[in-house]
């Protein structure tokens, strides 16, 4: 391919990006494939208990960045990555349900609150298996407060909703979150 200019030192994968770019776009159309059997849409309510608990000897989350300044407030910019237990009520010793998984980023400049991407799961009963998946800001210090949910897995198939949640326990740095769940699915 005389036309790509390449450095005698330039490496090879600089080399391949190139030439895929350069390769023509000719026509291996995406064949029409088998449509999912859906079913009639419903809605779904689910009540449960997130527990964030980061004292323990075994934490359920841990800070994996946080940005090289000070001149930051709310340790905007730290990173996260939690996998919380969630229960039935609000007790620890109450029947496990699921895990929330998440990877959440401090966001707010002028207040605390983060971002973050987090799936929850279920272990147990109907929705075994299932998840949904929330992708939503969360201005963590208000005690009301709305997650947007954007889709789902298993009985959650197509998902959208919303969770309203309020801060149950707060004894630094350990929540527990309680989840009140409007869930439109297939
Ligand atoms: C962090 O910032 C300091 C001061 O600005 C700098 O000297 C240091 O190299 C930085 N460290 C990293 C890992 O970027
Ligand atoms: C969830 O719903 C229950 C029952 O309606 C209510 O008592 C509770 O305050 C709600 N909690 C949240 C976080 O919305």
Do not use: C
């Amino acid at each position: 391919m005389a036309w790509v200019a390449v450095r005698p030192d330039a490496s090879l994968a600089a080399v391949l990006v190139i030439i895929l770019f350069l390769m023509p776009a000719e026509g291996h159309a995406v064949r029409a494939g088998r449509a999912l059997k859906l079913g009639k849409e419903k809605v779904t309510y689910l009540h449960f208990f997130l527990h964030d608990t980061v004292s323990d000897k075994n934490p359920t989350a841990v800070q994996v960045a946080s940005p090289n300044s000070t001149r930051f407030p709310f340790g905007f910019g730290s990173v996260f990555v939690v996998d919380d237990v969630l229960t039935e009520a609000v007790e620890r010793s109450s029947p496990v349900v699921g895990n929330a998984q998440r990877i959440e980023v401090l966001t707010g400049l002028d207040k605390f609150s983060v971002v973050m991407t987090m799936d929850v799961a279920f272990t147990t009963g109907k929705y075994k298996g299932s998840s949904f998946s929330v992708m939503s800001r969360n201005p963590i210090t208000e005690m009301g407060r709305e997650l947007a949910v954007i889709g789902g897995r298993g009985k959650f198939r197509l998902a959208r909703g919303v969770a309203q949640i309020t801060t149950r326990l707060f004894k630094f740095p350990d929540t527990i979150i309680e989840y009140n769940v409007t869930l439109f699915h297939y």
